[in-house]
């Protein structure tokens, strides 16, 4: 029992709660706004509450709006709006709004979103919706209105289709309608895309919230609605004689109410573009209708406080101000009689100016003009002004000046500047400075400023002007600095500088001709002819130079003849010749020390290619005839052969770094392997000397040469008897004849000679000084001389 308790005091705290929370809220709608970037909008909730029965904490630091898919109520997201600010609604007459006391504000939620075209990218379009309980009791017109919730609501099409913001309704007042009196106020709403707008009264959406459900932002594709008390509907809503309906193209709302009471009401904005419908949004809002005392204020009278000299003013037979027409900027002010007891209202087209309470009227646009008068401390019927004034603030012919060409040109080139032609006087300035003479339709400038016309139309006297910037960019410099001499030989070669600037670029031409590869600042020039330079800046301004006129005295025919290739290591030098004779010739560069008088020596320049020029002056022409032929000095061929050695009977490859592409012979060919062989191989009996000739693919040759010697071995014996038995009597060492040169020194064991031969023709027979030796050992030394190495050892004498 005690949780059941608890369970329905929480119930009836939570109802307690919506109904105080939420009974303050009068209406409002949502608006969305494009922000001209790609899928960026503005997202908004004004909210209409009433402050007079509201309490701290009513007002929500945010509030939760959901976007859905319309074809089949898709969620597409959930956006929380911050709370931006907080405005009264303006009530002119504090002493009516007594009688039903009620403080009125909007307040504003609102916060940029993203809105993907590529996900909103459904045909049907999308909607918006914010549902809220609950109304106020106080209510007449609803069943149940503190049951009864509210659906703010908006359909939008999708962003892929178009971009689009949503209308929106001008900010509502606070006033009160007295019964029995005629009263209007506006719902008229703007549409930043200049789509059509209608507007209907509806029946307000009740939506899913109760007393137990403060907040509900579900979707549906028909929210339920709320019940109307017998006798009333969307079209009596606000009964009376007229009942409260809206103007389908105004959004005016107009009511003579025949009760006294607080009226619910909605209006439904409907937006098309070209003819189609896109989109919708609805306002909730009530009335309060009282029962106002009879006494009414004077009729207000309308008179004209200021106007121009030239304002065209109509007026009635008894002098009263029906019209004013004047010139749009001028000034035109309205006033009425003024007293402390009284409060004003001016309107423009039947719709109130926000602001505009006071007894005068600064005119800014055209329009027809009242003004409504009430008391100012005391409740009474409003008084409106009997007539309104018509003003016409009239424009001349829309100015907007027109180039035939780019405002920014180059110097020594014009636009032409043009202005609507009419029944008009004109008058042109340069720099807010008159120019005189200039009083047609058309100038023309050719100077750097800003250029205004001011016209003045001949039926009304109103003055209009536009202007435009004009820049001329001056010229550039072009100029050639003139050469050392305009006048040269037959290829020679003249240069021109044109005045340099990093940021020009260049144009030559040759008796009006382009030379289409020269765009430097320099020219070198071989042939004659009148030369100019179009030099171009970072503007595109160009300037053509002074002419230039360069010629080429012709010089004298001369031929050379064509040189043959040569090896730099020719037995001869080549011969130079040319016609007609009687030049000179001179190398170019290293060849130039190669040319001695008629010939070229090649040893003096080595492999490659040379220039040999003939020059050729003749009497009476100070031009020389020149021509020139080139001479190939081609590549000796060069080796490196070494000396080699080879025992006899045997054999050695000679010049093992030789090349195949070169062409060998080799003299004599004894003992070789090949006479014509890169690398032969020599096997000779006696030492030769063989010379090698190297040739070239080319032609040129080489000559060098190198000597082989054939090594014998010596066979020495260790001992011999000379004991003239006629056996073994001599020291014969075996070979020891193929070393004429060789020399043979026998040593005694004290290291004294006992023996020195210079060559060996005659074998030793063991004497020293013509005295046999005595059996012993001795010591011997042979050398054989050239590159053979020494050779040593024992030697035994026995007897």
Same mark, same amino acid.
């Given at each position: ?37 790609? @899928? ?124 689009? /913001?949503?209308? &929106? ?5 606070? %006033?009160?309608?007295? *019964? ?77 109410? /025949? ?14 573009? @070209? ?34 000299? @030239? ?6 037979? @008894? ?53 409504? *008068? ?29 180039? /035939? ?33 200039? *009083? ?59 005045? &340099? ?18 765009? *430097? ?21 160009? $300037?053509?130079?002074? %002419? ?10 001369? $031929? ?7 090896? %730099? ?49 003749? &009497? ?180």
């Amino acid at each position: 029992m005690a949780q059941r308790n608890t369970l329905l005091l929480l119930v009836m705290l939570l109802g307690f709660w919506c109904r105080v929370s939420a009974s303050h809220i009068v209406g409002g709608n949502i608006r969305l706004t494009a922000k001209g970037t790609d @899928n960026r909008y503005t997202l908004s909730l004004d909210m209409f509450i009433d402050e007079q029965n509201s309490r701290t904490g009513d007002i929500k630091p945010t509030v939760k709006l959901a976007i859905y898919r319309r074809k089949d109520n898709l969620k597409m997201g959930e956006f929380e709006l911050p709370l931006l600010r907080q405005d009264p609604l303006a009530v002119s007459n504090q002493a009516c709004a007594q009688l039903r006391p009620l403080k009125l504000s909007v307040v504003t939620y609102s916060k940029e979103i993203e809105l993907d075209a590529d996900r909103f990218d459904d045909p049907g379009g999308y909607y918006v919706v914010h549902g809220v309980c609950c109304r106020s009791g106080a209510i007449d017109n609803i069943s149940q209105a503190d049951e009864s919730g509210m659906v703010f609501h908006l359909e939008f099409p999708s962003p892929k289709t178009m971009i689009n /913001s949503s209308p &929106a309704f001008s900010v509502p007042t606070g %006033e009160y309608a007295c *019964k029995g009196q005629p009263f209007t106020f506006s719902f008229k709403a703007t549409d930043a895309d200049g789509d059509q707008l209608t507007y209907a009264i509806v029946t307000p959406f009740k939506g899913f919230t109760s007393q137990g459900i403060a907040f509900d932002n579900q979707p549906s594709s028909a929210y339920p609605m709320v019940s109307w008390k017998p006798g009333f509907s969307a079209t009596n809503s606000v009964p009376g004689s007229p009942a409260l309906k809206v103007d389908g193209e105004t959004g005016q709302l107009t009511v003579t109410a /025949s009760q006294v009471g607080l009226f619910a009401f909605a209006v439904i904005c409907e937006e098309f573009r @070209n003819g189609k419908w896109i989109g919708s949004v609805r306002r909730d809002f009530q009335l309060a209708v009282v029962d106002c005392p009879t006494n009414t204020p004077p009729a207000p009278a309308i008179t004209l406080a200021k106007a121009p000299e @030239n304002a065209q003013i109509g007026k009635t037979a @008894n002098g009263a101000i029906t019209s004013v027409s004047a010139c749009q900027g001028q000034d035109v002010t309205l006033k009425t009689d003024y007293s402390d007891q009284w409060s004003f209202q001016w309107q423009r087209d039947g719709q109130d100016l926000k602001g505009d309470t006071t007894a005068t009227l600064v005119i800014k646009e055209s329009g027809n003009y009242t003004v409504v *008068k009430r008391f100012r401390n005391t409740c009474g019927k409003p008084s409106p002004a009997q007539t309104s004034i018509k003003v016409d603030l009239m424009t001349a012919e829309q100015v907007k000046l027109t180039a /035939s060409g780019p405002t920014t040109f180059c110097e020594g080139k014009s636009i032409q500047l043009k202005a609507p032609k009419g029944n008009f006087t004109y008058s042109w300035f340069k720099n807010d400075q008159l120019l005189p003479g200039a *009083k047609e339709s058309d100038y023309q400038p050719h100077e750097t400023g800003e250029y205004k016309v001011q016209i003045v139309s001949a039926a009304t006297g109103c003055v209009v002007t536009d202007s435009v910037n004009v820049k001329v960019n001056p010229k550039p410099l072009a100029s050639i600095v003139p050469p050392v001499s305009k006048t040269a030989c037959s290829g020679d070669t003249i240069r021109l500088i044109a005045v &340099a600037n990093p940021l020009y670029t260049y144009q030559w031409l040759n008796t009006g001709n382009v030379l289409a590869q020269e765009v *430097k600042g320099s020219l070198a020039v071989t042939q004659a002819g009148h030369y100019v330079v179009t030099v171009t800046d970072t503007s595109q301004c160009q $300037s053509t130079s002074d %002419e230039v006129l360069l010629q080429f005295n012709a010089a004298p025919a001369v $031929s050379m003849t064509p040189l043959p290739a040569i090896c %730099e290591n020719a037995p001869a030098r080549l011969a130079l010749r040319a016609e007609p004779g009687g030049g000179t010739f001179a190398g170019v560069g290293q060849a130039a020390s190669a040319v001695t008088a008629s010939e070229f020596d090649p040893a003096k320049t080595g492999p490659g290619q040379f220039v040999i020029t003939y020059t050729l002056t003749q &009497a009476g022409n100070t031009c020389p005839g020149r021509t020139q032929q080139t001479v190939t000095v081609l590549p000796a061929p060069s080796i490196a052969v070494a000396d080699a050695s080879v025992r006899r009977g045997s054999e050695v490859q000679l010049n093992k770094n030789g090349v195949d592409t070169l062409s060998y012979y080799w003299t004599p060919s004894v003992g070789l392997s090949s006479p014509v062989a890169a690398k032969p191989y020599a096997s000779p009996d006696t030492t030769t000397t063989y010379q090698v000739r190297v040739t070239t693919p080319q032609g040129c040759e080489f000559t060098t040469k190198l000597t082989v010697s054939v090594i014998t071995v010596l066979f020495i014996p260790d001992a011999f008897t000379p004991n003239n038995d006629g056996v073994n009597d001599n020291w014969v060492i075996r070979g020891i004849g193929d070393y004429p040169d060789c020399k043979v020194e026998v040593y005694n064991r004290w290291g004294n000679p006992v023996f020195v031969s210079q060559g060996y023709t005659q074998p030793w027979d063991g004497k020293s000084e013509g005295q046999d030796l005595p059996p012993a050992v001795y010591q011997y030394v042979i050398k054989p001389g050239g590159s053979q190495p020494n050779r040593s050892g024992s030697l035994l004498i026995t007897r």
